[in-house]
T-cell receptor, first 112, second 115 residues
Framework: EAAVTQSPRSKVAVTGGKVTLSCHQTNNHDYMYWYRQDTGHGLRLIHYSYVADSTEKGDIPDGYKASRPSQENFSLILELASLSQTAVYFC???????????FGEGSKLTVL | GDSVTQTEGQVTVSESKSLIINCTYSATSIGYPNLFWYVRYPGEGLQLLLKVITAGQKGSSRGFEATYNKEATSFHLQKASVQESDSAVYYCALSGGTGGYKVVFGSGTRLLVSP
């Protein structure tokens, strides 16, 4: 069965600190995505990637960087965490074609 | 840009009654997007419920149906008779047609089915 795993599942960070959220997939999918979820906003796309060593900006990329060192791994990096980045973050992968996503369990980030 | 609108944040339906959850989309950069419904059951991860990639076609799964209406730019989710186990959060989404892989989600609709 397809698997997307995220770590950490929960993190408390301080304002101005650096946060790295990691995602690993065993689906052999080319496409990977990072979304954030806030109440009332559904899921909003931050960054995505369709090949290793390349990333693309999504709809809300400001304040976030992404890294795709291999097909299996995709990280989301907050260089200077801010209060407004408190949210639940979801990673997903997708094979080529019609865009069906396979999601991880989510990472809850609280910035204090 | 592309967007998906779900007007109801929460819907409450009595068991065995019919359901409709509204979804409309705007795909200014994509002629005919692929359309999806995802669902998150309590305590579970987000998963695909159904998808339709051809305008005019209907998708179905677990008793739910949705028809791709390109004239109305709508993809409403319907079920004739809901069960308590259908209580969940439902998300409408779209992705690009030819080669597109950016997936845009609506804000979600929480369905509460009362016994």
């Amino acid at each position: 069965e397809a698997a997307v795993t995220q770590s950490p599942r929960s993190k408390v960070a301080v304002t101005g600190g650096k946060v790295t959220l990691s995602c690993h997939q065993t689906n052999n999918h080319d496409y990977m995505y990072w979304y954030r979820q806030d109440t009332g906003h559904g899921l909003r796309l931050i960054h995505y990637s369709y090949v290793a060593d390349s990333t693309e900006k999504g709809d809300i990329p400001d304040g976030y960087k992404a890294s795709r060192p291999s097909q299996e791994n995709f990280s989301l990096i907050l260089e200077l965490a801010s209060l407004s980045q408190t949210a639940v973050y979801f990673c997903a992968s997708s094979g080529q074609g019609a865009g069906q996503l396979y999601f991880g369990e989510g990472s809850k980030l609280t910035v204090l | 840009g592309d967007s998906v609108t779900q007007t109801e944040g929460q819907v409450t339906v009595s068991e065995s009654k019919s359901l409709i959850i509204n979804c409309t989309y705007s795909a200014t950069s994509i002629g005919y997007p692929n359309l999806f419904w995802y669902v998150r059951y309590p305590g579970e991860g987000l998963q695909l419920l159904l998808k339709v990639i051809t305008a005019g076609q209907k998708g179905s799964s677990r008793g739910f149906e949705a028809t791709y209406n390109k004239e109305a730019t709508s993809f409403h989710l319907q079920k004739a008779s809901v069960q308590e186990s259908d209580s969940a959060v439902y998300y409408c989404a779209l992705s690009g047609g030819t080669g597109g892989y950016k997936v845009v989600f609506g804000s979600g609709t929480r369905l509460l089915v009362s016994p």
